[in-house]
C-alpha cells in the first residue's frame, strides 16, 4: 500500500533552515508528483509547493518564493522540502502529500517544527 | 490568507444530513474540479472527495459532493459520531497558479 514516512519532529532557532524528507513506498516514486502543505497550530491548511520526483522541476507557491526549496533523491524515494530563515510564524505541522489527478490522495503523518529562541 | 471561504463550524445530531458550503471564484472552483479532505483530531487530512464529487475507495456514501459556479458543497447524510472532524474543500487557481484550501470548517456531532 501506498506510505509516506516523513522524518522527525524538529525545533529550530528564528533565522535558521529546516529539511523534512518524505520516504515514499508501495508505489511508482517518479510517477506522481509530491505537495507541500503546513498547518500551523489551530489554523487551515497552506500550500507551499509541489515537485515532479521525476525531472526534479518545482512549482512554489509566491509566499514561499525565495525561502523554500523542494528536492528529490530518486535512489532512496525520497523527497524534501526546505525552508530558510525561519520565523516564529513558520511553527507548524508540516506535511509531504501524493498527488493523484488534481488531488492528494496520501498523505505523511506529518512533522511538526517549532521555531523558537 | 484562504481563498475559498467556508463556515467556521457545523453540527447535527447522529442521523441528520449536515452540508458544508466552499465559495470561490472563478479562477479556482469556476474553472477547476474541488476536492474535500476530511481531518480528524490529531491526525493527518484524507481524501474524501475528489473531482468534484467522486469518493475514492473507502469513503462510505453518505459523503457526497457538488459543486455549482463558483460554489461547492459538502454533504454528510446520516451524521455519525466519527465524522467529527474538520473539514477542508481545495481547488486549483489558475490565476494564483497554485492550490488553494478553504477556511475549514469544524463539524460537532451533538
Known amino acids: 500500500q501506498v506510505q509516506l514516512v516523513q522524518s522527525g519532529a524538529e525545533v529550530k532557532k528564528p533565522g535558521a533552515s529546516v529539511k523534512v524528507s518524505c520516504k515514499a513506498s508501495?508505489?511508482?516514486?517518479?510517477?506522481?508528483?509530491m505537495h507541500w502543505v503546513r498547518q500551523a497550530p489551530g489554523q487551515g491548511l497552506e500550500w507551499m509547493g509541489w515537485?515532479?520526483?521525476?525531472?526534479?522541476?518545482?512549482n512554489y507557491a509566491q509566499k514561499f518564493q525565495g525561502r523554500v526549496t523542494m528536492t528529490r533523491d530518486t535512489s532512496i524515494r525520497t523527497a524534501y522540502m526546505e525552508l530558510s530563515r525561519l520565523r516564529s510564524d513558520d511553527t507548524a505541522v508540516y506535511y509531504c502529500?501524493?498527488?493523484?489527478?488534481?488531488?492528494?490522495?496520501?498523505w505523511g503523518q506529518g512533522t511538526r517544527v517549532t521555531v523558537s529562541s | 490568507q484562504s481563498v475559498l471561504t467556508q463556515p467556521p463550524s457545523a453540527s447535527g445530531t447522529p442521523g441528520q444530513r449536515v452540508t458544508i458550503s466552499c465559495s470561490g471564484s472563478?479562477?479556482?472552483?469556476?474553472?477547476?474540479?474541488v476536492n474535500w479532505y476530511q481531518q480528524l483530531p490529531g491526525t493527518a487530512p484524507k481524501l474524501l472527495i475528489h473531482?468534484?464529487?467522486q469518493r475514492p475507495s473507502g469513503v462510505p456514501d453518505r459523503f457526497s459532493g457538488s459543486k455549482s459556479g463558483t460554489s461547492a458543497s459538502l454533504a454528510i447524510s446520516g451524521l455519525q459520531s466519527e465524522d467529527e472532524a474538520d473539514y477542508f474543500c481545495?481547488?486549483?487557481?489558475?490565476?494564483?497558479?497554485?492550490?488553494?484550501f478553504g477556511t475549514g470548517t469544524k463539524v460537532t456531532v451533538l
Open positions: 502529500a501524493r498527488v493523484e489527478g488534481n488531488s492528494s490522495d496520501n
Open positions: 508501495g508505489y511508482t516514486f517518479i510517477g506522481y508528483y
Open positions: 515537485i515532479n520526483p521525476d525531472s526534479g522541476g518545482t
Open positions: 472563478s479562477s479556482n472552483i469556476g474553472s477547476n474540479t
Open positions: 473531482s468534484n464529487n
Open positions: 481545495a481547488a486549483w487557481d489558475d490565476s494564483l497558479n497554485g492550490y488553494v
